[in-house]
């Protein structure tokens, strides 16, 4: 059976809480008599001071004061009685300037004395304790960790001159300087250190695209053996670690007669995993006799150094973009062509969210310009199709009437 509340017991605890709030009313108006800038906030069974403070060890603001809070008792007639007296004694300190987080139970951390050689190794160790040291995870730790550790010297210390010493070494509203401070606050998480909260919002830089006409040119002055990757990565969209790691394995798989449209499959050990692709322009597969392979002219182990010498052997024989760009182009063209997005994403080997964010800085007015034509042309093969199916109609019914002519 439901035991109903107890009349009594409510009345009285609304009574003690209205005698509650008018009490931190009472303080919070001597409070501001005195010049304090603090107020008594309660909120549940707590008491809290509220008003503009010094920063916490750690957080920084452009004035180095924000509006923060302290906990300092329970929610009783006691409680306002010792929270107007520890604002009285808050208000003198800020006033002295002798204010300190310590004597409210923020403990400041103080800056290791480990140098940074020493936190990089742990932090190495310890990325690798749960994961395994496959190609693609060595990869990734390579560029998005240890490439950045060279900016980092193993004699410096975590210390605020250096931290911004560091971020100055790379540019400004790059991915450069963004995966950068990425790093550097995961050090100091290991470390247990605050630091400020250092942000770079990477503005892109657009590439510029070759087009087909300069890809084709291009290709025909390239050796035989760069020819081909460059073919690959053209046709195919690749990114230029994919024609380096694990294409041996695919080969047969492509240049089997039955493989039906041509389709490329990438190799799982690569960045997103396996996946098959189809080529934009088909035309390209003969012209660029990508059927027959070529080796790539390198006896490097790592793929970086071959990515290296295709970007020399290009600007050698005069091409102007990246082979990245070839990539991008790929996107575009499929787009020319009126692929659908999901497909296109798919294709490429990511999200749609990161097709449309990448990629669709390409599409300029010419792009547009060649979709809308290929709408026009469509509907003229309808109008056109349609005016063939009306003839085709008249004339099946002039031969019908032809041949009741004939029978009378």
């Known amino acids: 059976m ?13 009574k003690v809480d209205s005698q509650i709030n ?39 603001t452009p004035q180095q004061t924000k509006r923060q809070e302290i906990s300092i008792a329970n929610k009783t007639l006691e409680g306002v009685r010792t929270a107007e007296t520890k604002a009285i004694e808050i208000t003198a300190h800020l006033k002295s300037g002798s204010f300190n987080w310590e004597m409210y139970g923020v403990k400041v951390k103080q800056l290791k004395s480990r140098t940074m050689g020493e936190i990089k190794a742990d932090f190495e160790e310890n990325y690798w304790r749960d994961r395994p040291q496959t190609r693609k995870k060595l990869n990734t730790f390579r560029t998005s960790c240890q490439a950045y550790f060279k900016k980092i010297p193993d004699s410096d210390r975590f210390t605020d001159s250096n931290i911004e010493k560091w971020i100055r070494s790379t540019d400004p509203d790059t991915y450069a300087r963004s995966t950068l401070i990425s790093l550097i606050k995961k050090l100091a998480k290991q470390e247990g250190i605050e630091i400020q909260p250092y942000s770079c919002k990477p503005i892109s830089r657009p590439r510029i695209l070759p087009t087909d006409r300069e890809i084709e040119l291009t290709f025909a002055l390239l050796p035989e053996d760069i020819a081909w990757t460059f073919g690959m990565i053209a046709t195919y969209g690749l990114r230029t670690q994919e024609i380096f790691i694990g294409v041996e394995n695919h080969l047969e798989f492509f240049t089997n007669p039955d493989n039906e449209f041509h389709k490329f499959k990438v190799d799982e050990d690569n960045k997103t995993g396996e996946r098959l692709v189809y080529p934009l322009h088909p035309e390209w597969i003969e012209r660029f006799d990508l059927l027959n392979p070529k080796r790539f002219p390198s006896n490097a182990t790592k793929y970086e150094s071959k990515v290296d010498k295709l970007g020399r ?52 007015a010419s792009t547009s310009d060649k979709i809308y034509r290929k709408l026009l ?19 099946k019914e002039r031969v019908q009437e032809l041949e009741q002519l004939l029978k009378s």
């Open 313 to 364: 052997t290009l600007i050698k024989y005069g091409f102007k973009n990246e082979a990245y760009s070839l990539r991008h182009r790929y996107a575009v063209r499929a787009h020319e062509l009126g692929i659908p997005i999901d497909d296109a994403a798919r294709w490429m080997g990511h999200s749609v969210e990161e097709h449309v964010k990448s990629y669709q800085k390409y599409m300029d």
């Open 377 to 395: 042309n469509y509907k003229q093969e309808l109008n056109e199709l349609a005016r063939l199916r009306l003839e085709n109609q008249f004339l």
């Open 22 to 60: 008018s009490a931190i009313l009472q303080s919070n108006q001597r409070l501001k008599e005195l010049g304090s800038k603090l107020i008594i906030q309660p909120r549940k069974n707590r008491l809290y001071l509220r008003g503009t403070l010094p920063c916490k060890p750690g957080d920084k």
């Open 2 to 14: 439901k035991r109903k509340p107890n009349k009594k017991a409510c009345q009285s605890l609304e």
